[in-house]
């Protein structure tokens, strides 16, 4: 897991790395695996979610794929901003 925080007022963004436990595209939710913890996030709807380097709808993403979110955490309710799921680009082993 890769978590990370910047400060400002009540606010704060970060990031996880993980992979997906459940997405809830009704409730606009989805649960995270990282690091042995699971993380819920809100998707707004004005959430920017791309796929293996193509922008999706929510229903898209499954259980099992790998994820980066970007998100801003205020009061304790952890807000996407920006979703890459898809393709481990460190297992890349392109020459």
């Known amino acids: 897991m890769t978590t990370s925080n ?4 009540n606010t ?3 990031a996880i790395d993980g992979v997906i436990r459940k997405v809830d595209a009704m409730n606009r939710d989805m649960t995270v695996l990282a690091g042995g913890s699971q993380e819920l996030v809100d998707v707004p709807s004005g959430c920017s979610i791309v796929l293996n380097g193509e922008t999706v709808k929510l229903r898209l993403l499954q259980p099992g794929d790998r ?4 998100y801003f955490d ?3 309710v952890r807000t996407a901003q920006y979703i890459e799921a898809g ?4 297992l890349n082993t392109k020459p």
């Open 6 to 9: 910047t400060s400002s007022a």
């Open 87 to 90: 393709i481990d680009r460190s």
């Open 12 to 14: 704060k963004q970060g």
């Open 67 to 70: 994820v980066r979110v970007i």
């Open 74 to 76: 205020q009061n304790n």
